[in-house]
């Protein structure tokens, strides 16, 4: 029953969003036994998940498997805004980052080759109604879900290579925020939405796996930049006020975020064949996100208006969102470096539990602290454990919880950085995330 | 396995909830009143403490007043009651005032520009002998007098029949000849007020300006004069011993009454491929019926263009006038002859009257002929601003160093707005501006604040008090203001 469940749970897969849970809006919670380790892999075989971590270690992966995973992150925020408001928080919403692998090669070959999908970047937020910030963001959903196929090489028994292509395979982007203008009416606040899903595009991961002893392991690898692309994405605008009707035109917009590289390089140990001890550090490229631009386009008619009785016809500027044509929004990201530690252990035959933390730290800059990322340098703890019985099947566990150091940005630094078009205060967000996976072994 | 699913996952589930239901809780610092006293406030000044917004005086305004804000602020750190004298509800368009319609279409040779109308009011003083408001007397907080000026406060009967229908309102039918300054020195007397916010001064240069330099009944307010009565109001104001802030006046030539017809004008112009060497001749000084005035001929590069080159400001009255620069037109002066004698311009009269102030031949392009020049009071030249920056720049020297004789705050209106005029002033993630209509700052009379921009006032002096008391005065969140709402 339980485990009917949990494939249930694991099909939440295709419409898996995550929570912000690494620096910027990477998420790591790409596999379940690495969860439960503060997120190391890159010099680990545990299991399928390899080829997201480590496509180099694939092939040392010894049997042949299918796993599924699935997290619920639950976010908690807290903003005070600099002037001295009152506390805000956000609408709560459960997230669930999921994953799915799957690897095969013959039992004693060299090779392995995997399939998989995961969730390595995703963001999703709602503040409170009326915030503070409310004409910066009000609601963003970001969702991408990739999936590779990995081959896996053992050129010797202690050096193996691999590597993935990559799909973004889904993406899309779902921003909210209050326009600033009142109708006499006391109409509500015009809003806007802008909606649109990523174009499919291409990226690869490739890895280096060298275990020179049985105490000892060591991994690299690199996963590339892909740049989530949308095109002709919705604008939809709410009670918009008649006579400001003409800078509301827009239809459609474009834009592009990239969704970064990361470099990592890891160290294993294993004292003895119960217990392994990795560290590793990643190195995400953020820096290639300098500036978040819009463009618009299109005509939903409030520019070309007919004549009314009281009322001129009126022959309108199409593509305009707030009277401009495009926007532009400083992010100038720093590549972020994590450290990681985990550990586990195997206390029977069938239970193996685990233990980790990290350090991960901002790859926003100060001053430029948005809603839609109130990013900030984060400690993470995590716990988990694996039952497997008949050494075929087993359940995997894992609890993450992630402090985000508190962030304050002063109007003074928005101003200098020009910046203004968020909000100076403090945040300060918590995540907790438990996770379940499920996984056989052939 | 069984085991395990049934005793760790409902542990696992329960340890997210607990820690996941956590809701971080930040550290705010907490309201205090610092070194000042806040539980009885009293507000003295004019239209900007009023609350007058969209050339009017009316309940929505006077509720979002910067002092309402400010007593809000001050409630949270044992502020008492603040009593405005409030138009009721069934009364609540007050004085009537200037609202929206929409704007004009764009076309090839004409820019859009804002139509607005008249929400009529509940009658009011418009003349000597016509009903007066209906008076507001309980004992009240804000002194705020549209129109009042420094030099007004020592003028016996000024809220009497023929004086201010604002300050008349509020004066109590035993003493209809109590100056302004006695109606605060009685306050201080009844409610002895622990803190007070004094801004007064702004129409002793303002009159001047908006008329365009034009009138002298307007003129500036002398500086002996200015100098005198702000001491007598501040000693009035500091008798109790109370704590205060003291705001300075802004210079008026910042504001969309001075900055949104010119260039708007040169804009259409450029649109109708009329070259910037045009003739632009206006009179300046005095303009009176009967009198005969200056003529300055010009081009239209002198007229303040978006850019900020030329050095004439038009005046937001200008408006139903530029348009027609360059035909023959005697519209203005029909106009004039109208408001100065209330008679219709018609006949000798009207003729003679022309011929007095010079006006001889309103068939040649208005505006462009000496004939039939451009109103002196609808453009403020070169000299004129020079005498409103000196005299602005004067009466703040006084207001300074009467405040720090008192050691009292200084709220530097002048620097502030003189920032909002260059820079713009950001409220969370939105751009206001000096803007006419777009800014948010400014209601639709060019000169006086929307609510969010009496927010902003409020906010600003908070910091000046905030570091003058030590207190930890809570800003609001301007954003919750309205800035100019759009049909």
Known sequence: MTVKRLLLAGGALLVGTSAASASGFQVNLNGQKNNGMGGVGVALTLDQAAMFYNPGALAMVRENGVQVGVNAAIARNAFVPESGGG??????????????????????GKWKIGIGAYTPFGSELHYANNWEGRYSLTDINLRAIFAQVTASYAITP?????????????????????????????????????????????????????????????????RSQV???????????????????????????????????????????????????????????????????????????????????????????????????????????????????????????????????????????????????????????????????????????????????????????????????????????????????????? | MKRFT???????????????????????????????????????????TAGFSDNGLYREGQLNSYPSILAQQFAQVGGGPFVQPLFTEAQSKGSGYVQLLGFTPATATALSSPITGTVAGNGGRSTATSAPYTKFLDPINNLGVPGIRMSDILTPGYGSLAGNPYFERITPDATPLQTYLQRVQATVASIKPTFFTEWLGNNDVLGYATAGGAVASSGITP?????????????????????????????????????????????NLDLNKVPTAAPFVYTTGVLAPGQANTRVSTTIASVRDANGTGNLLLTLTASPYVSLYGRPSGKYWRDFYRQATGAAPTGPAFSGFLTAIGVTDTTKGFGQA???????????????????????????A??????????????????????????????????????????????????????????????????????????????????????????
């Open chain 1, 87 to 108: 506390q805000s928080s956000l609408r709560n919403t459960l997230v669930t980052p999921a994953n799915f692998y799957a690897g095969f090669g013959p039992k004693e």
């Open chain 1, 158 to 222: 202690q050096l193996s290579v691999g590597a993935g292509l990559v799909m973004l395979a889904y993406g899309d982007v779902d921003l909210q925020r209050d326009v600033p203008l009142s109708a006499q009416s006391g109409a509500p606040t015009p809003h806007v939405t802008l909606n649109g899903k990523a174009k499919q595009s291409f990226g690869y991961n490739a890895g280096i796996y060298f275990k020179p002893s049985d105490q000892l392991a060591v991994g690299v690898s690199y």
């Open chain 1, 227 to 442: 740049d989530a692309k949308i095109e002709g994405g919705d604008v939809r605008l709410r009670d918009v006020v008649y006579s400001t009707g003409g800078n509301f035109t827009a239809t459609q917009f474009s834009a592009t975020l990239p969704l970064p590289a990361t470099a990592s390089a890891g160290i294993a140990v294993m004292p003895s064949e119960k217990l392994t001890i990795s560290a590793e550090a990643n190195l995400v490229f953020w820096n290639t996100y300098r500036t978040l631009d819009f463009t618009f386009s299109g005509n939903n008619g409030y520019g070309d208006r007919a004549a009314t009785p009281t009322t001129p016809a009126v022959t309108g500027t199409p593509g305009l969102l707030g009277g401009s044509s495009s926007s532009s929004a400083k992010r100038y990201y720093q590549d972020a470096l994590c450290f990681r530690l985990g550990a586990q252990y195997k206390v029977t035959d069938g239970l193996t539990v685990r233990a980790g933390g990290f350090f991960d730290q901002a790859a926003v800059k100060d001053g430029y602290v948005t809603p839609e990322t109130p990013d900030a340098d984060r400690i993470g703890l995590t716990a988990g454990a694996s039952y497997e019985f008949g050494k075929r099947f087993g359940i995997d566990a894992s609890f993450l919880f992630e402090d985000f150091l508190k962030r304050s940005q002063t109007q003074a630094d928005l101003l200098n950085n020009g910046t203004t078009d968020r909000v100076a205060g403090t945040y300060k967000t918590t995540i907790a995330v438990p996770g379940v996976g499920l996984y056989v072994k052939f």
């Open chain 2, 6 to 48: 049934t005793s760790s996952l409902p542990a696992l589930a329960l340890l997210g909830l607990v820690l996941g239901g956590c809701q971080p809780e930040l550290d705010q610092p907490t309201a205090s009143a610092g070194s000042a006293d806040f539980s009885r406030y009293i507000a003295v000044g004019n239209s900007l």
């Open chain 2, 223 to 267: 500086a002996t004069t200015f100098a005198v009565n702000t001491s007598y109001v501040l000693d009035a104001l500091t008798a109790g011993g109370a704590k205060g802030v003291v705001a300075t006046i802004p210079d008026v030539t910042n504001i969309p009454f001075f900055t949104a017809v010119g260039p708007s004008f040169r804009a």
């Open chain 2, 370 to 396: 000496t004939e039939n020049p451009f109103p002196s009071t609808l453009v403020l030249d070169g000299t004129e601003q020079t005498n409103v920056t000196s005299a602005t720049n004067n009466f703040n």
């Open chain 2, 398 to 487: 006084t207001l300074t160093a009467a405040a720090n004789t008192r050691q009292l705050a200084i709220f530097d209106s002048n620097a502030f707005f003189r920032g909002v005029a260059q820079g713009g002033y950001v409220t969370n993630g939105v751009n206001n501006t000096a803007g006419f209509i777009s800014g948010n700052l400014f209601s639709l009379d060019g000169v006086h604040p929307t609510p969010r921009g009496y927010a902003v006032i409020a906010n600003e002096m908070m910091k000046v008090i905030n570091a003058k008391y030590g207190s930890s005065l809570r800003q609001v969140d301007a954003n919750s203001y309205r800035g100019v709402l759009f049909p």
